[in-house]
């Protein structure tokens, strides 16, 4: 698997949660302590789904900061209404479309940023009855914890269609927030006749052999028909009337038939990528082929319900995985999903595992979603003249992570848990690295720049 690119995307959807520096990894602790983590406090799955308020957005034009708890409320009936927890995303929506139409009516009044997010929470509520069916039927299908595949969704994108974004270099896309390489693998599995809806290739596709980089030349035309917005806002209508030679030249191929061949296969991604209900299940492949491949099987072994078993709730849509619903292993796999598989071993550094540990269930009764947390990002020995957590791989080589790249790791993790979670519940799982969350031009701070790097 191809480590993706790190974007600062993530730290725009930072939210800070608390505020002592000393207590992070404490907190963790002492939330951790009281889960039982084959029953925790979730959300209904068909609840965490965006969806438009459950009735029409109070007046929020008179507000002057919307940045700022809202007060002014018409009755004491309206304000208990969108305060309880179970209408805040509601709420959000609501605060969402203020946002936008400010904006609009005045551009450059409101922050990018919370233009963004903006734009992203009004989106994700269309179609959001097939996207929760599509989410069902692609945990189903790969065996995936539902909340799992929910919550590393809405940690990627909020469930909006997002158009292609560089991201890094990665060219990701949609709701899956995919690219071309991953796209490829979920491609490659389905059938004729679906390939052929996709206009995808008959015959089964390289996939180690593309590029993310070819998409780079349809993305920079595309641009240009968006008049200064932002990539986000891209759709497959801006990608249309782009012709073969208009990009021939910056994509793979020795000979004209084979440029041919990959200009159709990106044309085939783009075209379709943005389709949640593609995306959705192609994101759940490749999580489900990190697992397969790079989860060790210890921790495979562990978190499972005896035959017959599964997470219950008093909800209309139910995990039949058989997996914890927030199973470690596959919490793994979402961080290998943005960090790269090999990133991911810094927890086996910071906890002395050896690889044939690693292979044994009875030996890794400590893991659990809190505890891989604290192993991925304190796992490594920072090195202040490169930037780099320095840790040993499980096959016993010298590795690094860039500061950077490890606390985005971790917290993809952290808040994949906390979108699920229910509303009345505390954190079951809080982000180590600050207030501040992953930001390039910061410095590390004090107490990790001085951790060992192991336990």
């Keep these: 698997m191809k480590e993706r690119g790190m974007s600062m995307k993530t730290s725009i959807l930072a939210i800070s949660l608390i505020a002592s520096s000393s207590l992070w990894a404490q907190s963790n602790q002492n939330l951790a302590a009281t889960v039982d983590w084959s029953n925790p406090p979730l959300a ?3 609840n965490i789904i965006p969806h438009a308020s459950k009735r029409p957005c109070p007046d ?30 509601g709420f959000a929506y609501c605060r ?25 929470r009004a989106t994700a509520v269309d179609k959001s009855e097939q996207k929760l069916q599509a989410i069902v039927n692609s945990a189903q299908k790969y065996k995936i ?13 909020m469930l909006s269609d997002l158009g292609i974004s560089d991201d890094g270099g990665n060219f990701s896309c949609g709701a899956g927030q995919v690219n071309v390489l991953e796209w490829c693998r979920w491609a490659n599995k389905q059938s004729l006749d679906v390939r052929k809806k996709l206009a995808w290739q008959a015959d089964p596709v390289n996939c180690s052999a593309l ?29 249309k009337q782009i012709a073969f030679h208009d990009v021939k030249n910056r994509i793979g191929g020795k000979t004209e038939r084979e440029k041919l061949r990959n200009f159709s296969i990106v044309q085939s ?20 082929e990190l697992f397969r491949l790079h989860i060790p099987r210890g921790i495979k072994d562990r978190e499972v319900y005896p035959a017959g078993k599964s997470f219950v709730q008093s909800c209309k849509v139910q995990d039949r995985s058989g997996y914890y619903p927030l199973h470690t292993g596959w919490l793994l796999a979402v961080a290998a999903y943005n960090a790269g598989p090999r990133a991911t071993e810094t927890y086996a550094h910071y ?50 992570n860039p500061a950077f790249k490890q606390c985005v790791m971790h917290q993809h993790v952290a808040r994949s848990v906390q979108h699920v979670t229910a509303p009345y519940q505390d954190a079951l799982l809080l982000t180590l690295n600050g207030t501040d969350g992953c930001k390039k031009d910061l410095p590390v701070p004090d107490f990790r720049r001085n951790a060992t790097g192991k336990q």
């Excluded at 659990?368 to 920072?382: H, I, V, W």
Aim: a negative charge; aromatic letters at 10%; charged letters at 25%.
């Design 351 to 400: 906890y002395g595992l050896r690889k044939e540990d690693t292979a044994i269930a009875s030996k890794l009764s400590f893991l659990n979603p809190r505890t891989l947390l604290q192993g991925l990002y304190f796992g490594g020995k920072y090195n202040a003249s490169t930037d780099r957590y320095e840790f040993t791989t499980l096959a016993g080589a010298s590795a690094s």
């Design 60 to 89: 929020l034009t008179r507000v002057e900061d919307m940045t700022k708890e809202i007060k002014n409320y018409s009755t004491a009936e309206e304000e208990a209404f969108w305060s309880a927890p179970e209408n805040k995303k």
């Design 44 to 46: 209904c799955i068909e």
């Design 269 to 288: 991604f783009i075209n379709n990528c943005s389709n949640p209900l593609l995306g959705i299940e192609a994101k759940a492949h490749e999580l489900s």
């Design 145 to 157: 914890p539902a909340f799992v595949l929910l919550g590393a969704l809405l940690q990627e994108s």
């Design 211 to 239: 590029d993310n980089e070819w998409v780079r030349p349809f993305h920079e035309i595309a641009m240009k028909k968006l008049n200064g917005q932002r990539s986000y806002r891209l759709s497959p209508d801006h990608f």
């Design 96 to 120: 969402s479309l203020e946002i936008l139409r400010r904006e609009e009516a005045n551009p450059g009044s409101q922050t990018p940023g919370s233009v963004q997010i903006s734009w992203m």
